[in-house]
């Protein structure tokens, strides 16, 4: 069974960082993609990056470009997002996702960042403050 448990959401003040992890298990880590994802209540989940872990390639959205990234430990099956130079606007529900690393009309799974990502961690709560 694919689990997968982020942490690591807390209050921080606009321009700190905070680092997020998802620990997962129940499937090959090397052969799939985790993503993180935010929701924000009213509005639908934002995928803002991805890492194929096969090749640690990584992806991002230009919304946290240059901010947030993405890496992985496949010895502990762990993804981590660290998060710099937060702003309140990226207060947020955080997840992460997990599929098998696929091909999608030309191009990574894991680089369009959609939301349908088959395995979803419950959500962790980042909230920023100004």
């Known amino acids: 069974e694919v689990q997968l448990q982020a942490s690591g959401g807390g209050l921080v003040q606009a321009g700190g960082s905070l680092k997020l992890s998802c620990t997962t298990s129940g499937f090959p880590f090397s052969t799939y993609a985790i993503a993180w994802f935010r929701q924000v209540p009213g509005k639908g989940r934002e995928g803002i990056s991805c890492?194929?872990?096969?090749?640690?390639?990584?992806f991002y959205a230009d919304s946290v470009k240059g901010r947030f990234t993405i890496s992985s430990d496949n010895a502990k099956n762990t993804v981590y997002l660290q998060m710099n130079n937060l702003k309140p606007e990226d207060t947020a529900v955080y997840y992460c996702?997990?599929?098998?690393?696929?091909?999608?009309?030309?191009?990574?799974?894991?680089?369009?960042?959609?939301?349908?990502?088959?395995?979803w961690g419950q959500g962790t709560q980042l909230t920023v403050s100004s």
């Open positions: 996702a997990a599929d098998v690393d696929t091909y999608y009309h030309g191009t990574y799974y894991c680089r369009t960042l959609y939301p349908e990502f088959r395995s």
């Open positions: 890492i194929r872990n096969g090749d640690e390639d990584t």
